[in-house]
Nanobody, 127 residues
Framework: QVQLVESGGGLVQAGGSLRLSCAASGFGFSRYNVGWFRQAPGKEREFVASISSGGGNTYLPDSVKGRFTISRDTAKNTVYLQMNSLKPEDTAVYYC????????????????????WGQGTHVTVSS
């Protein structure tokens, strides 16, 4: 059974940090590129970060670049999103997703390009 399970969300004050985890099981996760997306209430799902299957390539859009970092631990079948200097506008449900297509560097991914999704984890940043 294919599963992606996010964890690590919670309530944090502005300027604080959180590390989200995305644990995979039931498929060849190490061969998949992974993306993080977020969706705030009343807004469309937004791309946050991507990492290639081997972990050697990453991309983060300007909205989070310099504050967020994406990484993966192949041995643990887990991808992480380290979020620093959090702002109230980072408040959203954060989702991880896996894609079997070739990694596209410096590319703003859309949600349609991913095969598997987790259930999401809530992040709330208070001012």
């Amino acid at each position: 059974q294919v599963q992606l399970v996010e964890s690590g969300g919670g309530l944090v004050q502005a300027g604080g940090s959180l590390r989200l985890s995305c644990a995979a099981s039931g498929f060849g996760f190490s061969r998949y590129n992974v993306g993080w997306f977020r969706q705030a209430p009343g807004k469309e799902r937004e791309f946050v970060a991507s990492i290639s299957s081997g972990g050697g390539n990453t991309y983060l859009p300007d909205s989070v670049k310099g504050r967020f970092t994406i990484s993966r631990d192949t041995a643990k079948n887990t991808v992480y999103l380290q979020m620093n200097s959090l702002k109230p506008e980072d408040t959203a449900v954060y989702y991880c997703a896996a894609s079997s297509t070739a990694y596209r560097a410096h590319y703003y991914y859309t949600s349609q390009e991913f095969d598997y999704w987790g259930q999401g984890t809530h992040v709330t940043v208070s001012s």
